[in-house]
């Protein structure tokens, strides 16, 4: 059966082991991926960066695959495939480096990209309410919310994304039969509904570590920049803001207390070059200089002696927008006590 290029990367993105860079270097090799596909076991195994065991595991399994069977797969699941031979193939993606080959996409992509939220799987209340916060302002000026299905952070970006009715990208780091975490299959439907769940991984990939590094590129590729809210040091957070930075696009990174090891990540970006950022209208530059007016009537109020919940009511704003309002001037007079 004759199969078209984007038939034959569909079938060699269903081999574990084989990304775009094998595939890259199998094209060059062989002149094509059809005869890379034919190619006997012994050839294969001479391609740089193949290699004798990639070799043998793909020929093992190069039989049993169908890129036919595959798009009735992604069909099934309310997806379809779009490799980056298509058309439609984003082409804020076609940025990185390697460029995901094959793209199981639920939903609609967005035309142009949007900004990444991403931060630590165990925030703080004060993480959850920044990452609320922050995540209203982007949805309000109309743009796509980009993170990774995670717990934590990327969880409450996406929430919050929806629950305003904006629009929100979720990449995966698991394929989608086996969506990860499975207590968020329901905020993907959601998603899919309001934007587009993204995956790399084909129907046969199972959800390895390894998957999420990858995940982390494509976050960054989908962004014009990339804002950690709370991220330790170990954080796969820092991993999108290297990418992001690699890409040239803009890092933001929210301080806390220098104790804190939820904030350690934070801030080391900083001291690496991301900008810090304490107000979502830093994310706009000038254009969202008006949004700071309300700033100096939670600071007057505080100095009267109001709590958080009280400035909320008198002022008729969100409580999580006044606790990063007041976490904002905590940092702003410790700067002056310094």
């Known amino acids: 059966m004759f199969w078209s290029p984007r038939q034959y990367l569909i079938a060699f993105n269903m081999v574990q082991g084989i990304g775009g860079r094998r595939l890259l270097a199998l094209e060059q090799h062989f002149g ?3 005869e890379a596909w034919h190619a006997p076991m012994g050839d294969l195994a001479r391609v740089k960066g193949v290699g004798p065991k990639t070799a043998e595991q793909f020929c093992a399994v190069r039989g049993q695959l169908c890129p036919f069977q ?23 993606l076609r940025r990185l480096a390697v460029p ?13 990209p949007g900004i990444a939220v991403v931060g630590t ?14 995540t209203e302002e982007i949805v309000r000026r109309g743009r796509v919310v980009v993170s990774g299905l995670a717990r934590g ?18 990449v995966l780091g698991s394929s989608l039969q086996e969506i990860y975490p499975a207590e968020h299959r329901g905020l993907a439907k959601r998603i899919a509904e309001q934007g587009a769940v993204v995956s790399e991984f084909s129907s046969r990939c199972p959800t390895v570590p390894g998957n999420f590094p990858r995940r982390n590129r494509i976050i960054a590729g989908c962004a ?9 040091a170990g954080s796969g957070a820092l991993r999108t803001a290297d990418w992001a930075l690699e890409l040239g696009i803009d890092v933001w990174s929210i301080p ?49 002696g109001r709590n958080a919940n ?8 969100p409580v999580q927008e006044v606790l990063v309002e007041l976490s904002r001037l905590q940092v702003k007079q410790g700067k002056q006590l310094g």
Not at 100 to 112: A, I, N, S
Not at 260 to 289: C, M, S, Y
Not at 310 to 317: D, G
């Open 256 to 304: 806390g207390e220098i104790s804190d090891p939820l904030r350690e990540g934070n801030h080391q970006l900083i001291k690496e070059g991301a900008q810090l950022v304490t107000h979502p209208a830093e994310l706009f530059g000038a254009e969202g200089g008006q949004a700071q007016s309300a700033a100096s009537s939670i600071e007057q109020l505080h100095a009267s």
């Open 100 to 112: 995901p080959p094959v793209l199981y996409v639920w939903g609609e992509l967005p035309q142009v």
């Open 32 to 34: 094509s991926l059809a």
């Open 121 to 134: 799987r165990r925030p703080s209340r004060t993480g959850i309410a920044q990452a609320q916060f922050f």
């Open 70 to 92: 595959e798009e009735e797969w992604a069909a099934s699941r309310g997806a379809r495939i779009i490799t980056i031979c298509d058309e439609e193939y984003p082409q804020y």
């Open 153 to 170: 952070i990327d969880f409450y970006a996406h929430q919050r994304t929806l629950d305003l009715g904006g629009k929100t990208v979720a």
């Open 310 to 317: 009280e400035i909320a009511a008198q002022l008729r704003k």
């Open 224 to 232: 014009t920049g990339v804002l950690v809210v709370q991220a330790g």
